[in-house]
């Protein structure tokens, strides 16, 4: 019988884990003393950081888009570390380009990156969340889902509505088995997908629009995610917690 009352000792299994948000998700549900499944592309870090994660870590370098790398990754990590309690989809890649400059190509790779492996992924851990009748599953969406995307092009900001229904779908469908889905929608977070990607002009317009006056920190996104997942939690399901420094109220 798994324990509802703790996360101790539970696994999470978080994507996405060396980038900036996902490293910090990471850190702090280590700190809660979750046991850590590392996803992402590069082995050799993902190694290196399993190695400091304080309740131990499993490194699974897979691309989170590709079907069978994930159903192949999951059986490994299955076998090899256990199964997962937790799922944070967080892994996503960020691409500009409006609607009539916006490739098939660039369409179908963010569809890919950020719909579809959090697709699999919940199918891959949903059967061992309700065989124990307890899970968590939080998805890293974003405020352009509901905001049409500010500086972010169509095929992430479809993407992101795409993860929110995917999230009210499996909310709905496993409420009765312990198992909640809940989403986050950040706005411009601190972490190169702000710093790197957007041009000084586009970040200083930005933040003289944010009524906060200041970006977020991936720090309070991981904050919400430790949270979503605690035990008290398990009425909380369906939800999308807004975090835009004010940028909307709804
Ligand atoms: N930074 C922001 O302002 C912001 C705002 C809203 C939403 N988000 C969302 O938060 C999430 C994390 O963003 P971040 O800012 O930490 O970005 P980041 O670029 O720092 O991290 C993303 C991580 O995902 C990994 N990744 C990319 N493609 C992958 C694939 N195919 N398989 C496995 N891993 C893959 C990357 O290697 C990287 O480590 C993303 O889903 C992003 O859309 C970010």
């Known amino acids: 019988m798994t324990d509802t009352t703790t996360l101790s000792g539970k696994t999470a299994l978080v994507t996405g884990a060396l980038g900036g948000i996902g490293?910090?998700?990471?850190d702090a549900l280590a700190a809660d003393g979750l046991r850590l499944v590392l996803a992402d592309l590069d082995e050799v870090r993902l190694r290196e950081m399993a190695a400091r994660m304080p309740a131990g870590a499993y490194p699974l370098a897979m691309d989170i888009g590709n079907a069978d790398a994930v159903a192949e990754g999951c059986e490994r990590m299955r076998r090899e570390f256990g199964p997962v309690d937790v799922l944070v989809n967080n892994a996503g890649i960020l691409s500009n380009n409006k609607l009539e400059t916006a490739g098939a190509e660039e369409w179908r790779r963010v569809m890919a990156v950020n719909l579809d492996g959090a697709f699999y992924l919940s199918q891959q851990c949903v059967p061992?969340?309700?065989?124990?009748?307890w899970g968590r599953i939080v998805n890293i969406a974003s405020w352009?889902?509901?905001?049409?995307?500010?500086?972010?092009?169509t095929?992430?900001?479809a993407s992101k509505g795409g993860m929110v229904s995917l999230t009210f779908s499996i909310a709905r469908e496993f409420a009765g088995c312990g198992i909640t889905a809940n989403g986050i929608a950040p706005c411009y977070v601190m972490t190169p997908m702000v710093s790197?990607?957007?041009?000084?002009?586009?970040?200083?317009?930005?933040?003289a629009s944010i009524p906060v006056g200041r970006f977020c920190e991936p720090g309070e996104i991981a904050h919400a995610v430790r949270f979503l997942v605690s035990p008290m939690a398990g009425f909380i399901t369906g939800?999308?917690?807004d975090m835009n420094g004010g940028l909307q109220f709804d």
Do not use: D, F, P, S
């Not at 490293?23 to 990471?26: E, S």
């Not at 061992?128 to 009748?133: L, V």
């Not at 352009?144 to 092009?153: F, I």
């Open 23 to 26: 490293t910090a998700i990471c």
């Open 128 to 133: 061992h969340m309700k065989r124990q009748r």
């Open 144 to 153: 352009a889902w509901k905001a049409g995307g500010l500086t972010a092009g």
């Open 155 to 157: 095929a992430y900001t």
């Open 196 to 207: 790197e990607q957007l041009t000084e002009e586009q970040r200083a317009n930005l933040l």
């Open 239 to 241: 939800e999308i917690v």
